[in-house]
């Protein structure tokens, strides 16, 4: 189906529909292609009637701030949606933070801080929004969403939504059961009561830690491989014993700074990004037997393959 055509089958929405739409203006890679049609729903009810009414077949992709994704060349298949100003909403009750799964991480965690809040601080070492947080089970600084998560609520794939428990998400390492066409509109988060200085301070401290440790003036896309289990090394020493600290594919470089972050240094592919990823995890394993495996999400069709 052409994108045109795909745009002219789908339900009509209150929220907004762009064919063609740029992704790379939107990921923090600053790379990649096109959606085929970008959807933004107006609230979580449009959303509901869209995932409800939209043509049988019709692959849907979620996006939030695309700090943890590769966005392939060739664009993004279907119709790819990302929540805005209707779901960004955070508002406390007593130790309990209500947030939008737009809303940032970053910003979830300064309104608990200036309400109180303890336990939500580590939010702030991560960059992306709520909903990914969720969808990635996001942990900074010895503490993980699923450590803070109540329940959430979700548009499931046949249009239905529903509010969960946070057990039943099957969160673990950088991962999350409940994937593939779920989209999180909201959830909330439960800290403890603490002193405001104090909490004001932690997340200073994070903040600097992550300014020295992690690239984050750069165009990175976050880890780009999961830590092996323990007793193992962690991903960035098997990626610098493998000698890839600072290794280049065209614009695309491992970082100096935090081996297991990729930055495109200007205009990088994201083939160039993908290719020089598969070339550190072949060095890691020709060098040490330990296969990494990816934690950025690489979206989208494959370079060279059928549309
Ligand atoms: C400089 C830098 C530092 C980082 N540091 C950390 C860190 O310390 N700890 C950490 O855990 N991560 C870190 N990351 C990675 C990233 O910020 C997190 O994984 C974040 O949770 C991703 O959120 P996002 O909104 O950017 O999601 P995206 O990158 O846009 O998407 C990531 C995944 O989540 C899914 N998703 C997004 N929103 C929804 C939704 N509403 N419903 C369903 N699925 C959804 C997407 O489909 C995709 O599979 C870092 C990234 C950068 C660039």
Not at 38 to 60: C, K, S, W, Y
Not at 73 to 85: E, K, M, S, Y
Not at 86 to 95: K, M, N, P, Y
Not at 143 to 160: K, S, W, Y
Request: proline share 4%; hydrophobic share 40%.
């Amino acid at each position: 189906m052409s994108v045109a055509d795909t745009h002219a089958a789908l339900p009509d929405v209150r929220g907004t529909y762009r064919e063609g739409a740029d992704l790379s203006r939107t990921t923090w890679f600053g790379t990649g292609g096109r959606a085929d049609v970008l959807f933004r729903p107006a609230d979580e009810d449009d959303l509901v009637h869209f995932m409800a009414t939209r043509p049988a077949g019709l692959a849907v992709t979620v996006l939030g701030v695309g700090s943890n994704v590769l966005v392939r060349d060739r664009g993004i298949a279907g119709v790819t949606i990302r929540l805005g100003r209707g779901f960004t909403s955070i508002a406390v009750e007593g130790h309990e933070v209500h947030a939008g799964a737009a809303a940032l991480d970053g910003h979830v965690a300064r309104q608990a801080a200036a309400a109180g809040i303890a336990g939500l601080e580590f939010l702030a070492g991560v960059p992306g929004t709520i909903g990914g947080a969720i969808a990635m089970n996001a942990g900074a600084y010895g503490r993980e969403i699923a450590d803070v998560l109540v329940r959430v609520r979700a548009v499931a794939p046949d249009g239905t939504a529903h509010d969960l428990d946070a057990e039943v998400l099957g969160h673990g390492y950088r991962h999350c059961e409940l994937a593939g066409e779920w989209v999180f509109t909201s959830c909330v988060l439960r800290g403890e009561a603490g002193v405001k200085p104090a909490i004001e301070e932690r997340i200073r401290e994070i903040q600097d830690c992550r300014a020295l440790t992690q690239p984050t003036k750069e165009r990175t896309g976050g880890s780009t491989f999961r830590n092996p289990p323990p007793p193992q090394a962690r991903a960035w020493e098997l990626i610098d014993r493998a000698g890839c600290r600072g290794l280049r594919r065209g614009g695309a470089m491992v970082s100096e700074k935090h081996c297991n972050f990729l930055v495109n240094t200007g205009g990088a592919s994201a083939t160039d990004l993908e290719t020089l990823a598969e070339d550190v995890r072949r060095r890691v394993w020709n060098s040490q037997g330990i296969c990494l495996e990816w934690e950025i999400r690489c979206l989208g069709r494959h370079p060279g393959g059928a549309r």
